[in-house]
Structure formats: structure tokens, C-alpha cells
């Protein structure tokens, strides 16, 4: 077995695949263009998603991560969770998802052999939902959640990306979700990679010290929760609280330091870091005699190229979130 290190000495340990570019929402911090709509030609296909795998597997990779878009719209997402978890062994499979589907779709994907679950919820409120997801309904999202709950999933962590004059007067109805219930409600920063101008970013930028201050002006002071350092989100908790409050400060306090992630993108492309726009194309090595082989030889090649940081000072990108992949 094989590790796969970048030229900065980091381990990568995680994949994260996006199957698809397709959502049923329009998130404004993710597709403000809509591109997300529609299936483009040329996505990964299943065979495709099982070769890369294995490769990262091969290399030493423990944890794969199904993303979009929303993965739930492929259909064949369980069949991928099966290659994944019962024929390549990977240790961790999860996907994140919008949580629209899940109620219809978790007992095949549990069935396959999925271990856990992040679903994107920026919002309580029905009309607030809504407006930040282009015609999303909360309740769906919640019938998923609780589906979730039903089949013994945990942690089950909640996403919100704070953004000023759209939800922050909904941080702490998400943070009293961990009051009664072991949730783990994660505030993420808002990350410039929308197409916005850097203007019009800033504005819209919300720290996590900010959002920490309006949760503790609600409940009183957090506590920390011992976490993995490599781990993206810092834990805390309200006293006498069953869950925990997270906060991934990824852009006014970069882990880029401990980083382990790689991605591929619904296209074929290797993307070492998020937040960097270089990426390689992976489409010839997918259709390679020896797929698996030829795979592995990327990932090496995409491993040299990761970046230290790719935080930096705003920049119109030509790809959004939806487009990469979360």
C-alpha cells in the first residue's frame, strides 16, 4: 500500500467526487448561474467513478466523499457506494447532499453501504429557504433529516454558509438545534466562488467570529469540543447541550496547513485544492488501457501540484461551486 503525499509533506487521505453538476436547487452561493439545471454531456460515469476509486484506494486514500450538484439526482449513486465501500473497501463513504431526496432514497443508499451524511440546511425558516434556494421547501429537507435519524447515521451534521443580508438572522435557530437533539450544525464562511464581483463578495462575507458572536448572544458562551486537527470545523458546545456547534472559518482562518483532501469534478478533472483554479484533466487516463493505473499516475501528478494555499485575495472564477464540486 502505497501514501500519497504533496509536495508540502500532507497526507492525502480524502476524495471527494462530484457525480454530477446537476441540483434541483439554486443556491446563491453555488450556482448563481443556473448552469446546474441540466446534464451535460461528457459527467463521469459509473465505471469511470469506480476506476478512480480504486486508484485512491491503492494510493492510500480512506475516505471518499459522493458530492455535485446533488449526488442524488444520479441514479446511479448506490451503485457507487456499493464499489465504493463492498468491493474497494474504502473505510468512510459519505456524500453531502441538499437532503430533497433522502426520505425517498436513503434505505438504498444505507443498503449499500453508506456510512454517513452532510446535508446543506442555510435556513429554518419556510420563506427564507426559499428565497436561498430558488423554490426549495424546508419541510422536504426535514422529512430527509429525520430519515436519517430513523436509520441510526451519525454524526449528523448540518451545513449553513452564512451570507450578510440573506441568513444571518437564522444562526441561531440552527445553532438551538443542537439544544435537545446530536446534531453537529456547522457555520461555514462564505468562499468567493460564486462568479460575484469582489465587491460585491466582501459585502456579502460573514466571518465565523461574527457568527459565533450572534450564537453567543442567543445561548451564552461555547465550549470547546476536542476534535481531529486535521478535521475542518472547530467544535463547541453550549453547557448541558446534546449537540455540538461547528465553525469552518476557511477563509479568515485557513486550514490549509493540514489539508488531505483531492477532487475530482463531474468533467474528469483532478482538483488538488478548492479554492485553486488549476486542475488536471484526467479524461484520457480514464479511457486508458490499464484506467486504474493511469489514474494513479494522476494523482501523483495533481499531488505536486497542491497548492499551499488557495486562499487569496478575491478573483472572478471561470467555474462556480456547482461546477466543482463541494
Known amino acids: 500500500m502505497h501514501t500519497l503525499i504533496d509536495q508540502h509533506g500532507r497526507i492525502v487521505r480524502d476524495l471527494r467526487i462530484s ?30 467513478v469506480a476506476n478512480v476509486v480504486e486508484a485512491a484506494v491503492s494510493l492510500g486514500m480512506t475516505s471518499v466523499r459522493f458530492t455535485g450538484g446533488e449526488p442524488l439526482l444520479r441514479k446511479e449513486l448506490p451503485a457507487m457506494i456499493r464499489h465504493a465501500k463492498r468491493v474497494a473497501g474504502v473505510e468512510d463513504v459519505a456524500i453531502t447532499t441538499n437532503g430533497s431526496l433522502l426520505a425517498r432514497r436513503l434505505p438504498e443508499l444505507v443498503e449499500a453501504g453508506l456510512d454517513r451524511l452532510n446535508v446543506s440546511l442555510d435556513a429554518l425558516d419556510p420563506e427564507a429557504f426559499r428565497l436561498l434556494t430558488s423554490g426549495g421547501r424546508i419541510e422536504t429537507v426535514w422529512a430527509g433529516i429525520e430519515a436519517i435519524v430513523a436509520a441510526g447515521l ?59 458572536l450572534l450564537i453567543e448572544a ?80 494522476a494523482f501523483v501528478l495533481a499531488a505536486r501540484n497542491k497548492v499551499a494555499t488557495g486562499i487569496k485575495t478575491p478573483v472572478v472564477r471561470d467555474r462556480t461551486m456547482v461546477a466543482i464540486g463541494g
Open 19 to 48: 457525480v454530477t453538476p446537476r441540483c434541483n436547487y439554486r443556491c446563491t452561493y453555488c450556482d448563481p448561474l443556473g448552469v446546474g439545471h441540466k446534464e451535460p454531456a461528457g459527467v463521469v460515469s459509473a465505471q469511470d
Open 154 to 212: 451519525e454524526p449528523v451534521k448540518l451545513n449553513a454558509v452564512v451570507i450578510r443580508g440573506l441568513n444571518e438572522g437564522e444562526v441561531a435557530g440552527l445553532a438551538g438545534l443542537t439544544r435537545d437533539r446530536p446534531f453537529q450544525v456547522r457555520f461555514i464562511e462564505y468562499m468567493h466562488l460564486d462568479n460575484s464581483s469582489p465587491e460585491e463578495y466582501r459585502g456579502k462575507y460573514v466571518s465565523g467570529a461574527e457568527t459565533r
Open 218 to 297: 442567543a445561548f451564552g458562551p461555547l465550549q470547546a469540543v476536542p476534535v481531529d486537527p486535521s478535521a475542518p470545523a472547530r467544535l463547541y458546545r453550549v453547557d448541558g447541550w446534546r449537540g455540538a456547534i461547528g465553525f469552518i472559518n476557511s477563509v479568515s482562518e485557513p486550514f490549509c496547513a493540514g489539508c488531505s483532501r483531492m477532487r475530482l469534478t463531474s468533467d474528469g478533472r483532478l482538483r488538488p485544492c478548492l479554492m485553486h483554479d488549476w486542475e488536471l484533466d484526467v479524461r484520457h487516463a480514464l479511457r486508458a488501457a490499464d484506467p486504474v493505473a493511469a489514474i494513479r499516475e
